[in-house]
């Protein structure tokens, strides 16, 4: 049943205190303050949906929501929170509870952390936030001009390698299989009650072939014999983790045993604690295990209005349509900017048609063995023309079957070979150059045009004050996820995303409050 924040006032409360004393005990300048004042924001009734409609009152849920943000805040546990809610001051003054009382025990954290997931209601706060600013004429009508960016979250999962995943895959679907699968444990090749690593040596090449074939052997006999099985959806889960392991790394060899194959799978499962991480990258030096987390914020008064975190292997262009689907359509941008990486055709052809404009560069890749780039040739797609640097036009084209679209643009072998720039042009065995058609070229084309615009050369370099909102994430601790699964790492970004814009909803309304009584100093500091 859901709990309420009405109750009789005590000698212990802080208010009181503070009447005594007759001054603030804690600053007006601070999120803690900001939190205590905050009663349209935090409101109970938000969460009705997530209780029963009988039975014992919960605790509070709104004072629940402000300790999360606490937690990100002073970067604290769930246990250290609680100490922090009975003897830090700041907190009691926050979440309004007396001398004496945290007003709720620790391990409600993580049951509520997973009541907000089960209903939904993860991004609840953050919406709220944007709402209530957007009410206060914090925030310009829609939105409108909007900078995207994305950064890196370590995955709190254990990195494995190949045969501890396969050992851990398998030992997961024994615990929850059991008796079931019908095999005795005797029957396996490797003892999976031990949880100590395999006895061999790991320098020797053999015996870690040996092992791995052994262990190639026993997945294979438990994934046959649950297949007659009647699986719930957790444990399909760890039957499809187990085959996932044991394949993506493996290669059989013509005697039928198997070996580790060269080079990563491309979605390459890296840990059975946390089968959501990947290998990421974030430059060609900046390699990093875990998720990113992408968000996009308005460009005029800096607040964010949109986070989401994909796995680590997944390129930047992808978050763009969820990052938009996510905001209310009365918030969505009329302008988008954002660095190389999201200037894709496919992202182009998705804003014009949601009629959004894209400011992002176009990506050029360099020509192929240092040859002339395909940006030095003169593309018309409406006429399906192709002009090379040294003027000669393609003399063939090579279009889908199925859907009639242009592909290719090919040069004669006597064009090529009679050309002064051959040799700086292709290095093809049959001695011509050949021009391949993005199916998005005419976005790409248009973005070309516009990257030459003076409202281009204008605009992009304002993205970069995202940047300073990504570093101020990461200082509440973006940088590291606390929990396991995308699911979780997602509420962990938008509760550190909803603290952050609190902060910045608190400044820009005190400097209202200035502006309307210029007697009145500034209360909030960046601090």
Not at 63 to 68: F, G, Q, S, T, W
Not at 284 to 310: A, C, M, P, W
Not at 323 to 340: F, I, T
């Amino acid at each position: 049943m859901l709990g309420h924040g009405e109750r009789q006032a005590r000698a212990t409360d802080v208010s009181v205190l503070e009447t005594w004393e007759g001054r603030p005990l804690v600053r007006k300048d601070s999120i803690y303050y900001a939190l205590s004042q905050a009663d349209d924001i935090f409101r109970d009734d938000l969460f009705s949906g997530c209780y029963a409609s009988c039975g014992r009152p919960s605790v509070r849920p709104s004072l629940l929501i402000k300790v999360m943000l606490l937690q990100f805040f002073d970067n604290v546990s769930d246990r250290e929170a609680e100490q922090r809610a009975l003897y830090d001051i700041r907190w009691k003054k926050a979440l309004g509870v007396p001398l004496g009382e945290s007003g709720f025990d620790y391990s409600l954290l993580s049951k509520f952390r997973t009541r907000l997931l089960f209903n939904r209601k993860e991004r609840l706060i953050f919406d709220t936030i944007l709402d209530v600013a957007t009410s206060r004429g914090l925030v310009p009508k829609g939105f409108a001009k909007q900078i995207i960016d994305s950064t890196c979250t370590f995955g709190a999962g254990a990195v494995q390698d190949t045969y501890t995943l396969i050992t851990k895959a398998i030992r997961k679907a024994l615990h929850e299989l059991g008796g079931r699968l019908g095999i005795r444990l005797k029957d396996l090749n490797i003892d999976y009650g031990s949880k100590s690593k395999i006895k061999i040596d790991w320098n020797n090449s053999s015996e870690r072939e040996i092992v791995l074939n052994m262990l190639h052997q026993d997945a294979e006999k438990i994934i046959a014999a649950a297949q007659s099985l009647q699986l719930s959806e957790e444990e399909a889960g760890l039957l499809d983790l187990l085959s996932m392991v044991t394949s993506q790394d493996i290669e059989q060899n013509d005697d039928g045993t198997v070996k580790i194959k060269k080079g990563v799978a491309k979605d390459r499962v890296i840990s059975t604690t946390d089968p959501d991480m990947r290998h990421g990258r974030k430059s060609n030096s900046r390699l990093f295990d875990g998720y990113k987390t992408h968000s996009t914020e308005e460009k005029e008064t800096e607040f964010i209005t949109g986070v989401e975190v994909t796995a680590g292997n997944a390129h930047d262009s992808e978050a763009v349509s969820p990052l938009l689907d996510s905001q209310p359509v009365a918030r969505r941008p009329e302008e988008l900017s954002g660095d190389g990486a999201y200037g894709t055709g496919a992202n182009r052809k998705d804003m014009k048609e949601r009629k959004i404009l894209l400011i992002s560069p176009v990506p050029e890749p360099s020509g192929r063995d240092g040859c002339y780039p395909k940006s030095m040739f003169g593309i018309d797609i409406e006429n399906e023309t192709c002009q090379c640097p040294a003027g000669e036009y393609a003399q063939e084209e090579i279009h889908d079957k199925k859907t009639g679209e242009l592909k290719v643009f090919l040069f004669s072998e006597k064009q090529c070979n009679n050309c002064p720039f051959r040799d700086q042009c292709t290095k093809n065995k049959k001695g011509r150059r050949t021009i391949t058609i993005n199916k998005h070229e005419k976005y790409l084309q248009e973005g070309r045009a516009f990257q030459e615009t003076e409202k281009y050369q204008t605009e992009y370099p304002e993205r970069c004050k995202i940047e300073r909102k990504q570093s101020e994430m990461v200082r509440h601790g973006l940088r590291k996820a606390r929990y396991i699964g995308l699911a979780k790492v997602r509420l962990q970004a938008l509760f550190i995303a909803a603290l952050v814009n609190m902060k910045r909803y608190w400044k820009l309304l005190n400097q209202q409050d200035v502006e309307e009584n210029s007697t009145v100093k500034p209360l909030f500091s960046t601090a």
